[in-house]
């Protein structure tokens, strides 16, 4: 059995009257530790999919399994590292991990314990320097460092990005892709992440999940990315595998499923 | 070495020599130009005044025979002769207790009401219209009933205290709670916050900006209406003071209490305001 699995999942919002479907037959079997990509032209409710198995939105058809459990409220277990890093602006960086791991590891760790894994896991995105500075005092990619160390401090089964490094510049954005992949590889969390990054989801994804466009879109196909880890980004610029499956998708996205809007 | 360390700190001596003056200057100038302007234009309306009213047939009295007349409560604002022949000092405490406690409760009922209104689609629907209509109604409109149900005028006037400043503060902190970003829900949602700590943890602080408006409006709102209300239900209170100067024809007493009404609602804005900043240091500048 799958460690995380989605099957038949749809999603229709109503809305004085209308209604919409944007998701339709969704199904994904992930395995533990795999690192899943999401990847689709927007609009096409990949955010969507995410916010299901996060649990902050209800699927109208089909559910959510993790480790054989239905998923129908938000927990913990599959923290969200969120698009705009959703840092509380009134707290520092410590105590915005903080919140979180003395909330999820009350009772599993003692107060020593919790503030000793506080540091730990800033010291895990290089952020202890800055623990003591409130968000709107650091920058964009140091908010969504913090943003990952708390997705992680709260040692979630699945960890689930949103489009985490979307709003960075193109170095801040390879540094943290390099930092994340080094992180998985070490902790072996399964990850699914949501992109629209094309490299991004080559580099970093054991599979490429490629949605349709909506409206009531779903998983128009299933890449595998077959390459060995630890990925060096330099060494894969002329790898025939990474250049077979960067063009995999490009051809998905830009021909067969190339945006209504865009293609006019 | 040694030479070298006492040439830096020689040319730092002469540095700071050279920089001191210079910043005082500047620094005196700066404060000059905040506190001269305000100056000015009061000893200007002093004069004015002095010259409208210098007539031995004017309505009121000059401020050189203000301070002359009302010399003894201006110098010793602590006398108490027992009952309300008290100095200034003891009206203005009465007063401000009276707004302390009344205006607290304000605060605490304004909060959680506001909270419900802002958090609850149905309580809004319900309350708000209420809510609108009842905070046009006059402060002093309210002293009779209150005086009616209480049967007292100590506590009626602080139900008048917090029945003027409930309004402000239910209505901003309802605004404040329904803009807390839907990304600080998502963050409390997945790490399981409790209502009581979400109340405590995201709402308060996400709201504080809103709230501390209302706050800062209600203590102005219940300045206003405690003076008003003490003229009515008498008793120590700077409001009964000013009555009192008017039966006996004191109209320097008078003045001499407006000028500390005024100068009280001053401080009461500015510390509600000081509090705010204090407060909502890092959540205003999200």
């Known amino acids: ?257 190339a945006k209504p809007a865009l293609a006019a | 070495m040694a030479t070298g360390a006492t040439l830096t700190a020689a040319r730092e001596r002469t540095a700071a020599k050279a920089r001191a003056p210079f910043i005082t200057l500047a620094g005196l100038r700066g404060v000059a130009a905040r506190v001269l302007p305000p100056l000015i234009v009061l000893a200007g309306f002093l004069l004015l005044w002095e010259v409208l009213c210098s007539s031995p047939t004017a309505g009121l009295p000059p401020p050189s025979r203000v301070v002359s007349e009302a010399w003894d409560i201006i110098i010793d604002p602590f006398y108490d002769n027992g009952g309300t022949d008290k100095g200034l000092f003891w009206h203005i405490a009465a007063s401000l207790k009276r707004v302390a406690l009344g205006f607290s409760l304000a605060v605490v009922a304004g909060v959680m009401l506001g909270t419900l209104v802002g958090q609850s689609d149905w309580a809004m629907r319900g309350l708000d219209p209420i809510f609108q209509i009842l905070r046009t109604i006059p402060p002093l409109a309210w002293l009779p009933l209150s005086l009616a149900a209480f049967r007292d005028g100590q506590p009626s006037a602080i139900f008048v205290i917090f029945i003027t400043s409930i309004w402000p503060i239910i209505i901003n902190t309802a605004v404040g709670i329904r803009n807390i970003p839907q990304d600080y829900r998502n963050v409390a949602a997945v790490i399981r916050l409790n209502p009581i700590e979400f109340f405590v943890k995201i709402m308060l602080p996400s709201a504080a900006p809103y709230i501390f408006t209302g706050l800062r409006i209600g203590v102005g709102l219940s300045w206003l209406a405690i003076v008003a209300a003490e003229m009515l239900i008498g008793g120590v209170g700077i409001g009964f003071f000013i009555w009192d100067a008017w039966n006996s024809s004191h109209i320097s007493e008078i003045i001499v209490a407006l000028v500390y009404v005024g100068l009280i609602g001053f401080v009461l804005d500015r510390l509600v305001a000081g509090l705010g900043v204090l407060v909502t240091r890092g959540t205003s500048a999200a």
């Not at chain 1, 708390?150 to 892709?177: I, S, Y």
């Open chain 1, 1 to 257: 059995m799958a460690h995380l699995s989605l099957s038949q999942v749809g999603i229709t919002f109503h809305r004085g009257g209308k209604s919409s479907e944007v998701l339709r037959d969704v199904n994904l079997d992930i395995a533990k530790g795999e690192f899943v990509s999401i990847i689709g032209h927007s609009g096409c409710g990949k955010s969507t999919v995410l916010n299901i198995v996060a649990g902050l939105l209800k699927a109208s058809t089909g559910g959510v399994l993790l480790d054989g459990k239905e998923v129908n409220a938000p927990g913990p277990d599959r923290a969200v590292v969120f698009q705009n890093h959703s840092l509380l602006p009134w707290l520092t960086v410590r105590e915005n991990v903080g919140l979180a791991v003395d909330k999820v590891l009350k009772g599993k760790k003692s107060r020593a314990e919790r503030s000793q894994w506080i540091e730990h896991n800033l010291a895990l995105v290089n952020m202890m320097h800055a623990a003591d500075k409130r968000p709107n005092e650091i920058s964009g990619g140091m908010k969504q460092r913090v943003g990952i160390a708390r997705a992680l401090a709260m040692e979630p089964t699945v960890l689930l990005m949103d489009e985490p490094f979307g709003a960075l510049d193109a170095l801040t954005r390879a540094h943290l892709q390099d930092q994340t992949m080094e992180i998985q590889q070490r902790l072996k969390n399964t990850v699914i992440m949501i992109t629209h990054d094309v490299d991004e989801a080559v580099l970093l994804s054991d599979r490429i999940v490629m949605m349709t466009n909506g409206p009531s879109a779903t998983i128009g196909e299933i890449l595998p990315v077959p390459l060995a880890r630890p990925r060096r980004r330099l060494d894969l610029v002329e790898d025939a595998t990474y250049v077979h499956a960067r063009a995999a998708v490009l051809e998905f996205l830009y021909a067969r499923h």
